[in-house]
């Protein structure tokens, strides 16, 4: 059974030292196969903790009941993540978290005002797969502290493409992909200069090269 969720809202959640998401994701076991979040808002979501993430969307968090399993294939569609803010380390802030959720799909949303607006993590929970074959696609991701988008899988084969990452990072604000596998088009645009030619593989293609805008 697919369980689908339209047009909801996750806001001003708080934890202080534990986990806490707007919308935190776990498949129970004989019940749903596949979640659909679409025109989903996750915002002002906050923590304390000095190890513990906070996220306005999350799948498995660390703790996670025994019943659950990892989420495959899951949708994030026109969604919108935002000032999701662990108060000590920014760096454990982030918009869509998505942990032991291969197959993923991620498009047309936003991610703004977080630490890093997009995040594929393995964590440390060794039983199950981590976050591969996923589709990150035609989303914007912008205003993030620390980084735009960030995959920490080793040997990833998640797929990027045509997603617009702007002013994410620490001065000079150009960090806006961290970790995509090799090969993945990028087209670099320094705001008030004409973009870039060519993307990082020496080819234009409009339809598939990711702009870092800074």
Not at 10 to 31: D, E, H, K, P, Y
Not at 103 to 116: F, L, Q, R, Y
Request: a negative charge.
């Amino acid at each position: 059974m697919e369980a689908t969720c339209e047009n909801c809202t996750a806001s001003n959640n708080r934890a202080a030292r534990g986990f806490a998401a707007g919308f935190g994701l776990v498949r129970q076991i004989g019940v749903t196969n596949s979640i659909v979040l679409r025109n989903c808002v996750a915002s002002n979501n906050t923590n304390s903790s000095i190890d513990k993430q906070v996220a306005g969307f999350a799948g498995v968090p660390l703790g996670a009941p025994v019943f659950t399993q990892p989420v495959t294939g899951t949708v994030f569609d026109n969604c919108v993540a935002e000032n999701n803010i662990n108060t000590v380390d920014p760096s454990l802030s982030i918009g869509f978290l998505m942990v032991h959720m291969p197959e993923t799909i991620i498009k047309n949303c936003v991610s703004e005002g977080n630490g890093v607006g997009i995040q594929f993590d393995v964590a440390n929970i060794v039983t199950t797969p981590p976050s591969l074959r996923s589709v990150v696609e035609n989303n914007i991701i912008c205003n993030n502290s620390v980084a735009g988008i960030r995959d920490t899988i080793i040997n990833t084969n998640n797929m990027y493409y045509h997603n617009t990452a702007r002013s994410n990072g620490p001065t000079p604000l150009t960090t806006n992909y961290i970790g995509l596998p090799p090969g993945t088009p990028i087209r670099n645009w320094t705001i008030g200069a004409p973009p870039a030619a060519v993307d990082t593989n020496g080819v234009l293609d409009t339809q598939l090269d990711n702009i870092s805008a800074g």
